[in-house]
């Protein structure tokens, strides 16, 4: 069965005004929209556009929870959830460095914050649900920037070297400002050691340390900016310009700092990064398609006025300098995409057809098909062009800004026309 849904996005403060409204040809809202969900998530589940076709139910969570079996086959009846939500996200402005929870993790935590009497929306309760919550992120905009995992050490001694290169240009040179963070790194534990001092000294603490380091590393990546200006060079120049950003959204935040820990990339259109459990990271401007593990566990740490558990944030995060977490697509066939994460509860099929490629292929052979096979239920939307859509037992048209949530039991979905979907199913 093929289902119409659509949704509101998400008015969260730092989403982008026009991102979403002009990649689905929808009229903006005038506010900021920063993610349309496409999914059974409790907390915006989508609108279903024709109730006749799910029995009445008017979202997605109301009709799996009334046909289970219907609607997402018996291989997910039992559990009675979508174990995957799909977004379109726009990020006008940096989001919070965070992290999320192993599966093992998430349920322990769970169930310790309902033990100790911490109602589930309470602002300082890290676990919301016994779900882990690994996530990628399909870059959509021509460059989609983000924070993620840490770098090696000896790399962020480099930026260092640099950070004192630019104090020693200062009319008043602090060379002091540097040492608490030189000094950490040097430990056996040297990532370990550094977050839990700026997140739990930035926080709170009265050593006024790290506030000084804070201030000192924005004024350094100001100074650079004056330098580049004149024509000098400078190392780490796009880690600098990132500090002042993050600065002017999040004056003081220690989160500034740990920033320069953590690798900065700068994704192309089609890029797609894979963020399992334990890596810290945060979007920082662009637009995506997102898809994680339906939760909403979060571990904060930095860039943000919200609640942060550093004991927990430790114990969460993943220390260990990983190189920069690209996912490669599994090429189906021509224009067939896959993106498998080493997690069953999703992956990203991306059916990609131009105009010319179609008129082509329709010229030798007919008209041109593109298949994904479906293990289990599916939410497609089109971005671009137009496809009649067909499975086992159904069959619609579905256009730019279009979106339908699919049964299992349609089997093989065939995509048929020219332009860009995205398919999000189970692994």
Not at 223 to 250: D, H, K, N, P
Request: glycine share 10%; charged share 20%; proline share 7%.
């Amino acid at each position: 069965m093929f289902v119409g849904i659509d949704n509101t996005p998400r008015d969260y403060a730092w989403g982008s005004p026009t991102a979403i409204a002009e990649l689905l040809g929808h009229p903006a809202s005038g506010g900021p929209e920063a993610e349309l969900w496409l999914g059974a998530h409790p907390g915006s589940p989508s609108v279903i556009l024709d109730p006749a076709l799910a029995g009445g139910a008017k979202n997605l969570a109301e009709w799996i929870a009334q046909a289970p079996e219907t609607a997402l086959g018996s291989r997910f009846a039992d559990a009675g959830r979508l174990p995957f939500l799909m977004k379109i996200l726009a990020a006008h402005s940096p989001l919070s460095l965070q992290a999320h929870p192993s599966p093992e993790r998430a349920a322990e935590g769970f169930a310790l914050e309902n033990a100790a009497g911490i109602p589930v929306d309470a602002a300082d309760r890290n676990y919301r649900d016994p779900f882990h919550k690994p996530e990628i992120i399909f870059a959509l905009s021509d460059t989609f920037e983000a924070l993620c995992g840490f770098r090696d050490p000896r790399q962020i001694r480099s930026i260092l070297a640099e950070l004192r290169a630019l104090d020693a240009t200062m009319d008043d040179p602090q060379p002091g400002a540097l040492a608490g963070l030189e000094n950490r790194l040097l430990g056996a534990d040297a990532l370990h050691d550094v977050v839990d001092w700026l997140l739990r000294d930035g926080r709170g603490g009265d050593s006024g340390e790290v506030s000084w380091l804070v201030e000192r590393v924005v004024a350094l990546a100001e100074r650079a900016a004056f330098l580049i200006e004149g024509g000098a060079q400078v190392s780490f120049a796009a880690e600098l310009a990132m500090v002042r950003s993050l600065a002017a959204a999040y004056p003081g935040d220690p989160g500034i700092v740990i920033s320069l820990l953590t690798n900065l990339v700068s994704l192309k259109r089609g890029e797609v990064l894979y963020l399992p459990a334990g890596n810290i990271h945060a979007y920082l401007s662009g637009l995506g398609v997102e898809v994680m593990a339906s939760s909403d566990n979060v571990l904060r740490g930095g860039l943000t006025p919200k609640h942060i558990d550093v004991d927990e944030l430790l114990e969460v995060l993943d220390f260990h300098p990983l190189p920069v977490p690209y996912l490669a697509p599994v090429v189906q066939s021509d224009g067939v995409a896959v993106y498998r994460p080493d997690v069953p509860d999703f992956q990203l099929a991306h059916i990609s057809v131009t105009a010319d490629a179609a008129a082509d292929e329709a010229g030798r052979v007919g008209v041109p098909l593109r298949q994904v096979t479906l293990t289990g239920p599916a939410i497609a939307i089109c971005t671009s062009g137009r496809f009649l859509v067909a499975g086992a037992g159904s069959s619609l048209s579905l256009a730019r800004g279009e979106s339908i949530y699919i049964t299992p039991d349609e089997s093989t979905v065939t995509f048929a026309g020219s332009g860009e979907v995205f398919l999000a199913t189970t692994a």
